[in-house]
């Protein structure tokens, strides 16, 4: 199946949607990123969560009852940022980072042990029927849709409770098979479906009420490359069309490449890096690799003359090395005729760092970030 | 339409009245959703309405024999325990018909972490709990409660006039939004304390004490099932009531009370239970 490229049809379909846009005259804007005009406010954030050591067997369990030896985990800590109308943010981290936690927080699901939040005028936890009508949520590993029945019987149920007319009801579905083909198994009962269809389903499911705002929690998880480019598609397209504002975790950079021009990373419950994917890597893009693979591996011993000069040398496999080095301070065309003149080459690559391996390094504290915002 | 600006609810009773309505008639689409899967699956209905009907059966068989042995109990007879057990089954049956849900929520709901997706929706998280799926085959324990009052009472002798019909559906009302109340409380306690087995089973097991006469137990059960757990008041004393029997104190104008106080009791815990919910991790 081959994608084709996503366009929002104009016309009876796009009426049903409001355009989540309120022009600012043009000498308003305020350059200040804590604009009163932001959509997300979070300041100092914290999730701590108070998890105890469970006694196995029965006895165990009735000491449970009485006795806990309790432990504090801040799975989110400290976090503040701001995100303004129509952003796309892709917010990641490593597993246990406080990702679904802060998620859980800004859609209403958790109440944050402290800090603030103010999302669109309303505090989540606080106001939350009338906060959850303005967001659509979701959870890429759980589905918000009813188990038992075709999913147009769930669709048919949330219009009822979102409270949406069957005019625009209509239109929206229309327009959601357009983009997401879900046409096929609007008939299904959600436990028949297979994770891609689910997805889709669950992302029209999300949006049935046209929010302003869409939370997702990674979206593209266990998906193929075709149901990955789709959702990417329907992203931008909403994103591009009606300006709504997405905050989006995911582990496939991918995702972040393609549809986020701001990031936020965050580990052990704490911010290590807001702001644009391209200034991250120009900053960290000072780093690039040489990979080169050996004639024979009784060369190798003559490497050892590099790491004396302060270079890394790591062994990718068998006969191919790789060797990371910063740019400023070593040229590039030296160290090429370096290698040259130490071993014999069979094959060479220069790359520049890849996105993965800067994040990677960042997870492991080993590359140093400003935070700016 | 959603739109940027917060959306202007209306407040106080005004408000009040408006989400009353809207689930109302949210009510009315949650039950066809459940029970379009039910006719999906008719044959299943079918077993489980059978069973669930030898089981009241079985149950009320007990009374039948044990007064074959002895011709009173407590000072009542056959005829007027039969009513005050069919009067049970009511309030009975309309928990079983909503408890579905509550019998497993901590399990389903916290320690799944299913209650997320109820918490994003924008109705009421108690609601969505207790509508979400139904035993309708419960009808028979209600319609056999209804059809042991009326035999009795035609054995009786007495009359039902309209005003012990408006008491039978008020009190079956009252008797049953008790029941329900405190199974809610009891699911609360899945917010602060995760484990997976509940305290609702001994409790389930009380509402068997609600079935006979409260004289028939000593003091301090006829206190804790009036006061503490009150599955004795809630029957007992509405039924003395419509049988015109002449007791002392006569409890059945506080059972409306009761059942205010402990549904008020109910909701607060639960609001106050999901600010606790911890989801899950992942
Ligand atoms: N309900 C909970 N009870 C106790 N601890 C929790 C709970 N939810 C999350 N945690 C803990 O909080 C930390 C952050 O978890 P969180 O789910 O937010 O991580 P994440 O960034 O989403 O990770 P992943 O990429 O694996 O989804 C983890 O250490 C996790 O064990
Ligand atoms: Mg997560």
């Known amino acids: ?373 | 339409m959603p739109t940027l600006t917060p959306i202007s609810e209306k407040s106080g009773i005004a408000g009040l009245l408006d989400a009353g309505e809207r689930h109302f008639g949210l009510f009315f689409d949650y039950f066809s959703q459940y029970a379009k899967v039910r006719v999906s699956y008719r044959g299943d209905f079918f077993i489980s309405l059978a069973t669930s009907f030898a089981a009241t059966i079985f149950a009320l068989s007990f009374v039948v024999v044990l007064f074959q042995k002895v011709p009173q109990l407590a000072g009542w007879r056959f005829e007027e325990v039969l009513f005050l057990y069919g009067f049970s089954l009511i309030p009975y049956g309309i928990f079983n018909i909503v408890s579905l849900n509550l019998y497993d929520f901590g399990n389903n709901y916290i320690i799944e972490g299913k209650f997320d997706r109820v918490l994003l929706r924008p109705i009421s998280s108690l609601f969505q709990v207790l509508f979400e799926t139904f035993r309708i085959e419960s009808l028979q324990e209600v319609a056999t409660g209804v059809f042991c009052m009326w035999w009795a009472t035609r054995h009786l002798g007495l009359a039902w006039t309209p005003a012990k019909v408006a008491m039978l559906f008020f009190f079956g009302l009252c008797a049953g939004i008790i029941y329900i109340s405190v199974f809610l409380i009891l699911s609360t306690v899945s917010f602060w304390f995760e484990d997976r087995i509940g305290v609702h089973p001994p409790v389930w097991n009380v509402m068997a004490f609600g079935r006979y006469p409260l004289s028939i137990y000593s003091g301090m059960v006829q206190f804790f099932l009036c006061w503490i757990i009150p599955f004795g008041l809630a029957s007992f004393y509405p039924s003395v009531r419509m049988l015109g029997r002449t007791i002392s104190p006569q409890y059945a104008p506080l059972v409306p009370v009761v059942a205010v106080v402990f549904l008020t009791i109910a909701i607060s815990l639960w609001n106050f239970g999901t600010r606790h919910y911890s989801s899950t991790g992942t």
């Open chain 1, 1 to 373: 199946m081959a994608a084709a490229p996503v366009r929002l049809i104009r016309g009876p379909a796009s009426r049903a949607f409001v355009q989540h846009q309120r022009r600012a005259p043009v000498n308003a804007r305020i350059p200040n990123r804590m604009s009163a005009d932001s959509l997300i406010h979070v300041q100092e954030l914290s999730k701590h969560f108070r998890t105890f050591k469970r006694r196995e067997g029965v006895w165990g369990s009735i000491q449970n009852l009485f006795v806990r030896d309790y432990r504090t985990v801040a799975a989110v800590d400290r976090v503040g940022f701001t995100i303004e109308r129509g952003e796309m943010v892709g917010y990641i981290g490593p597993n246990g980072a406080g990702k679904s936690t802060t998620i859980k927080m800004l859609t209403g699901i958790l109440v944050p042990t402290s800090g603030e939040i103010r999302i669109n005028g309303y505090v989540p936890y606080r106001q939350r029927r009338q906060y959850v009508k303005t967001i659509g949520v979701v959870f890429g590993q759980r589905t918000q849709l009813w188990w038992d029945i075709a999913v147009i019987e769930s669709f048919k149920l949330l219009r009822r409770i979102y409270d949406v007319s069957q005019r625009d009801f209509d239109a929206r579905m229309e327009h959601f098979d357009a983009i997401l083909n879900i046409r096929d198994y609007l008939h299904t009962p959600v436990r028949k479906l297979s994770l891609g269809e689910r997805m889709r389903c669950d992302l029209a499911a999300a949006l049935l009420h046209n929010p302003p705002l869409l939370f997702l929690d990674e979206p593209t998880i266990g998906l193929d490359v075709v149901a990955k480019d789709h959702i990417r598609q329907f992203l931008r397209a909403i994103n591009r069309e009606f300006r709504t504002t997405v905050l989006l975790t995911t582990h496939d950079l991918d995702d972040i490449e393609e549809l986020c021009r701001r990031i936020m990373i965050i580990d052990h419950g704490k911010v290590l890096y807001d702001g644009h994917l391209a200034q991250l890597k120009q900053q960290l893009l000072r780093t690039k690799q040489i990979k080169f693979a050996l004639k024979d591996r009784t060369q190798a011993g003559c490497l050892d003359a590099f790491s004396r000069d302060g270079l890394e040398v790591d062994q990718v496999d068998e006969l191919t090395y790789r060797i990371r080095f910063d740019r400023v301070k070593v040229s590039t065309s030296g160290l090429i005729r370096k290698i040259l003149d130490a071993v014999d080459v069979r094959d060479l690559l220069i790359e520049d760092e890849p996105i993965e391996e800067i994040i990677k390094r960042i997870y492991a504290g080993e590359a140093h970030l400003e935070v700016s915002v």
